[in-house]
């Protein structure tokens, strides 16, 4: 039995969820709605206040589909209630980012501004030059919008220039030794 897969997702006040033909779940909660289409195998069941997940046999692909399964609504209850949030980092000398109405404008050592638009279900905030933070209650569009900007400019490991997720550890590699004799 699926450790992760077994657990039920208690449904907290305010958030209501919806059942329809096709294995299709529809999460609303304070934050917004969400809907998506899960596995015809798995069986959805709400009782007790609780959304419970079944799989049908003990097959490889129902195993893995099981805990998947549980995981992703769950991520829809709690992207309705509280949200997610990704922050990044920008290092490097006149590296910075700015909020202009609805577009992050960055300078990032290019000749030119990236300049990027927010996207549907995400807000960006910059609560200062050299941080960004991305706002949803989709995890799968925050990590995927954050993974795009981290791309515009990874971080080198010489110096640590660019972008970086807030705690991560970029391993820094020695330059050249010089001149030999």
């Known amino acids: 039995m699926s450790r992760i897969g077994r657990m039920p997702i208690t449904i907290p006040?305010?958030?209501?969820?919806?059942?329809?033909?096709?294995?299709?779940?529809?999460?609303?909660?304070?934050?917004?709605?969400?809907?998506?289409?899960m596995h015809?195998?798995?069986?959805?069941?709400?009782?007790?206040?609780?959304?419970?997940?079944?799989r049908p046999d003990d097959e490889?692909?129902?195993?893995?589909?099981?805990?998947?399964?549980?995981?992703?609504?769950?991520?829809?209850?709690?992207?309705?209630?509280?949200?997610?949030s990704k922050t990044l980092e920008i290092n490097g000398v006149g590296y910075r980012a700015q909020k202009q109405d609805k577009q992050l404008v960055m300078n990032l050592g290019f000749s030119h501004?990236?300049?990027?638009d927010e996207i549907d279900?995400?807000?960006i905030e910059v609560p200062a030059a050299n941080k960004i933070r991305i706002n949803g209650i989709?995890?799968?569009?925050?990590?995927?919008?954050?993974?795009?900007?981290?791309?515009i400019r990874p971080p080198e490991p010489y110096k640590g220039k660019g972008i970086k997720y807030q705690g991560e550890v970029v391993r820094h590699k020695e330059g050249k030794t010089g001149a030999k004799k």
């Open 13 to 37: 006040a305010g958030v209501d969820i919806s059942l329809a033909e096709g294995n299709v779940v529809t999460v609303k909660g304070p934050k917004g709605t969400l809907t998506q289409k």
């Open 138 to 151: 989709d995890k799968q569009k925050v990590g995927q919008f954050a993974a795009e900007l981290r791309a």
């Open 40 to 54: 015809p195998a798995m069986t959805l069941e709400i009782k007790d206040g609780a959304l419970h997940v079944y």
């Open 60 to 84: 490889k692909e129902n195993c893995a589909l099981h805990g998947l399964t549980r995981s992703l609504i769950n991520n829809m209850v709690v992207g309705v209630t509280t949200g997610f």
């Open 113 to 116: 501004q990236v300049t990027l």
């Open 121 to 123: 279900g995400i807000e």
